[in-house]
């Protein structure tokens, strides 16, 4: 009796013929196929159709599944980082609440003792709460008086036993020409021990003023360069004894001060990573001299908090160093003194999820970008094929060379060479541009900071992706690993010559030599 068609169990597709399956060994299987019987049951058995159709249907479906539970788990990652964040500002109002409650409680008690105590900069309202000071918060400004001047020891001074090192305080304000500000958004900048994080960004100048003077400078240096070395032992002579600063340098570079003379005995330098992870506690401003690649290496150091930073130019391209080390005397003492005017760069805080992950919870240590991350097809001779996906909502197929999420800071380096606009830096937003892309209606986009971009290597990639970031720190992306970005909570404060919008068009001007061409004479036919 013949076999039904439907009846796959015992037979399988291979090509246009029907194979029967070795289920009793090979001996088996050919005394089966030398038999005549079997071999006219086979030359009579129906091909099998639509089989490769249905693979291909199946593949589909478990494929829209494991979508599905991928954005289920995002949405899980993303309720749990946002639960995480509001009780930590439940902590640290708590907290704040129970250190009032204490202070109002030690000045009764000496109250009813008889003796007089000083009236404090704010009163307590009825929940507990402190009332701002006009004198502390100003009418434009945002003040940072209340975890500033605890008159506490930082928990800190440990990791530097030889000095007693306190932050120096400050505030922001949102200043326009020509008009004044009355910006109070106390939820756009917080300040924890003078380290600066913010929601969103101000389209307004951003000022930054200090209300205590700083007292500790680190300073970055560009390597293997004789004049940053001559440059740098003469502004740390000169910042010891005409500011008593206390100096902070990178061990090399202090090697190379003490080769020079034993009188930079009083440098201080770090010995380990987790000293370094420290350094935003105890260091007041960041002075980098170099080109743009050393600003890149001083936003590295610092995972979370940085400094107010500036740049000096002694590179070859200076896109983000406004200041000309030939007046740095002028520079250092006008900003130490201050208010100045800063930039707050963001940065990009990337994972990568391997395909071996059980949920997007299990990822790599994040890597944190201030001018883009790259993925590209490296050595592979395929174009890239890469699925990406913004708050869930799937973008695109980028099939050419890779695909650059820069930062508005970073629209005048690699975005801007793959065909991207150069971005005003305080302009919110990412940069999604692609790298010669194999179609002609693949134009770069512009996207909202606060999206969450996914960019996926599928499963029938033909090649492997590889990730790069700001230029280094490669990384292999197999078909199923995927990146994740998204904007860091932590910004890069920069600072600037003039402002904003007159360093940044300066820098194009002459760094690119911007819409150079020759005036048109005045020889010429006129309209009558």
């Known amino acids: ?41 086979l030359r009579q058995q129906p091909l099998l159709h639509g089989i490769d159709d249905h693979l291909i249907e199946f593949a589909e479906a478990l494929r829209t599944v494991a979508k599905a539970l991928r954005q289920a788990a995002e949405g899980k990652a993303s309720a749990q980082a946002e639960a995480a964040e509001w009780k930590r500002k439940y902590e640290l109002e708590r907290s704040r609440i ?49 975890v500033l001047r605890d008159g506490e020891r930082d928990r800190d001074a440990s990791a530097f036993p030889n000095k007693m090192i306190r932050k120096a305080s400050f505030k922001l304000s949102w200043c326009c020409k020509g008009e004044k500000s009355d910006q109070k958004k106390h939820d756009v900048v917080s300040f924890e021990k003078g380290n600066i994080t913010t929601a969103e960004r101000s389209s307004k100048q951003i000022s930054l ?47 190379e001060l003490l080769t020079e003379s034993s009188y930079y005995q009083f440098v201080q330098t770090w010995e380990n990573d987790n000293e370094v992870l420290r350094l935003h506690t105890k260091v007041d401003v960041v002075v980098t001299l170099g080109g743009d690649g050393t600003v890149l290496w001083a936003a590295k150091m610092f995972k979370g908090p940085v400094p107010p930073i500036v740049p000096f130019s002694l590179g070859s391209l200076g896109f983000m160093t406004p ?55 490296g050595i592979s001779s395929f174009l890239s094929n890469l ?48 790298i010669c892309p194999h179609s002609l209606s693949f134009r770069p986009l512009i996207l909202p900071e606060h999206v969450t971009i996914r960019v996926q290597v599928p499963f029938n990639s033909r090649g492997h992706a590889w990730a790069s970031f700001d230029g280094k720190d490669r990384k292999k992306l197999a078909p199923g690993d995927a990146l994740v970005c998204s904007m860091a909570p932590w910004p890069v404060p920069t600072a600037c010559q003039s402002d904003s919008t007159s360093d940044f068009l300066r820098s194009i001007h002459e760094g690119l030599h911007w819409n150079l061409r020759k005036t048109q004479s005045f020889d010429g036919p006129r309209e009558t």
């Open 323 to 377: 200041f000309y080390s030939e007046h740095y005397k002028e520079y250092l003492d006008s900003i130490l003194r201050g208010p100045i005017s800063i930039t707050l760069r963001h940065r990009l805080q990337c994972h990568v999820i391997r395909d071996a992950a059980k949920s997007d919870l299990e990822t790599e240590e994040p890597i944190l970008v201030l001018n883009e991350v790259t993925i590209d097809r």
């Open 98 to 146: 129970l250190h009032l409650e204490r202070k109002v409680s030690s000045e009764e008690c000496l109250i009813k003792e008889g003796r007089v105590v000083p009236l404090t900069n704010q009163t307590v309202l009825s929940d507990g709460a402190p009332e701002q000071s006009e004198r502390c918060c100003g009418e434009n400004g945002i003040c940072s008086h209340e």
């Open 1 to 41: 009796m013949k076999q039904s068609p439907m009846s796959s169990s015992n037979h399988t597709s291979n090509g246009n013929a029907s194979v029967l399956p070795l289920e009793n060994g090979f001996s088996d299987s050919l005394s089966l196929l030398n038999s005549e019987k079997a071999v006219e049951e």
């Open 387 to 434: 699925e990406c996906y913004c708050d869930n909502s799937f973008v695109t197929c980028v099939q050419g060379d890779g695909l650059i999420l820069s930062t508005t800071s970073g629209s005048t380096a690699y975005s801007l060479a793959a065909g991207g606009s150069m971005v005003h830096p305080q302009v919110p937003g990412i940069l999604f541009t692609p």
């Open 209 to 255: 003023k200090w209300e205590s003077p700083p007292q500790t400078v680190l300073i970055l240096t560009k390597p293997n360069s004789t004049a940053v070395r001559m440059l740098c032992s003469e502004m740390v002579r000169w910042l010891k004894e005409q500011k008593s600063l206390n100096i902070f340098v990178e061990p090399r570079v202090r090697t």
